[in-house]
């Protein structure tokens, strides 16, 4: 029941918040340059790890979960792949839809929870892929790896970008960086909304418990 709450409180947050947060996270300058050349949706690093497991995307068959500004949404649409947009959030999904629809793109919309996907088909995807910002509101790791194991064709693969938690003990204002602020591992809460701290082997660990084989990893500065 708590989880529950969690789930709903967040969502709820989301919707509140999300024509502000398209209005300048996918602006009409920004969807342009995704159209003008789509990897710019991605981190230099994840777009090699991207093309280097699939050289040509044209017919793949490409799940983004927790997908809110949907950037990569519209750059895999671009690419040929036949795109799923996956969020808890309505309208997260109907601001990204409507910018869809502007341009006559044919992508899937689901208002789903990244942690089930019970409106996600079994071994349908050839590619899950999320982006940074998605563990921090997922209070159940493997449960939302699982999902994503399950909705993955045999050869199917997740490919994923996160923010590097080693930065979290950190403030960010003007000390030495040996200062430390703030836990490694915690929770915070903002307006009541659990923001949850994961560690690296918190991640992967549920990636591997899950049933994946990591077969590389990028670290990188942004």
Same mark, same amino acid.
């Given at each position: 029941?708590?989880?529950?709450?969690?789930?709903?409180?967040?969502?709820?947050?989301?919707?509140?918040?999300?024509?502000?947060?398209?209005?300048?996270?996918?602006?009409?300058?920004?969807?342009?340059?995704?159209?003008?050349?789509?990897?710019?949706?991605?981190?230099?690093? =994840?777009? $090699?790890?991207?093309? &280097?497991?699939?050289?040509?995307?044209? @017919?793949?068959?490409? #799940? *983004?979960?927790? /997908?809110?500004?949907?950037?990569?949404?519209?750059?895999?649409?671009?690419?040929?792949?036949?795109?799923?947009?996956?969020?808890?959030?309505?309208?997260?999904?109907?601001?990204?839809?409507?910018?869809?629809?502007?341009?006559?793109?044919?992508?899937?919309? =689901?208002? $789903?929870?990244?942690? &089930?996907?019970?409106?996600?088909?079994? @071994?349908?995807?050839? #590619? *899950?892929?999320? /982006?940074?910002?998605?563990?921090?509101?997922?209070?159940?790791?493997?449960?939302?790896?699982?999902?994503?194991?399950?909705?993955?064709?045999?050869?199917?693969?997740?490919?994923?970008?996160?923010?590097?938690?080693?930065?979290?003990?950190?403030?960010?204002?003007?000390?030495?960086?040996?200062?430390?602020?703030?836990?490694?591992?915690?929770?915070?809460?903002?307006?009541?909304?659990?923001?949850?701290?994961?560690?690296?082997?918190?991640?992967?660990?549920?990636?591997?418990?899950?049933?994946?084989?990591?077969?590389?990893?990028?670290?990188?500065?942004?």
């Amino acid at each position: 029941m708590e989880e529950n709450k969690r789930i709903h409180t967040a969502k709820e947050e989301w919707d509140a918040y999300s024509d502000e947060y398209f209005a300048e996270n996918a602006s009409e300058e920004i969807v342009g340059r995704i159209i003008e050349d789509p990897s710019w949706a991605f981190p230099a690093p =994840v777009w $090699d790890m991207i093309r &280097s497991s699939y050289p040509n995307l044209r @017919g793949k068959n490409v #799940l *983004v979960p927790s /997908s809110g500004d949907n950037a990569a949404v519209f750059a895999f649409h671009l690419l040929g792949a036949a795109v799923t947009s996956a969020d808890i959030s309505e309208r997260q999904l109907e601001n990204a839809s409507r910018i869809a629809a502007d341009h006559g793109w044919d992508i899937r919309f =689901v208002c $789903d929870d990244s942690m &089930s996907l019970t409106k996600i088909e079994d @071994g349908t995807y050839d #590619l *899950v892929y999320t /982006s940074n910002g998605v563990h921090v509101w997922i209070p159940d790791l493997l449960s939302m790896y699982r999902s994503f194991h399950r909705v993955l064709n045999k050869d199917g693969q997740h490919i994923m970008y996160e923010v590097h938690p080693v930065i979290r003990p950190f403030g960010d204002d003007e000390v030495p960086l040996i200062t430390v602020r703030k836990p490694y591992e915690n929770i915070n809460f903002t307006d009541n909304v659990p923001k949850f701290a994961w560690r690296i082997q918190d991640i992967f660990n549920a990636a591997f418990d899950a049933g994946f084989k990591i077969t590389h990893m990028e670290e990188f500065h942004p």
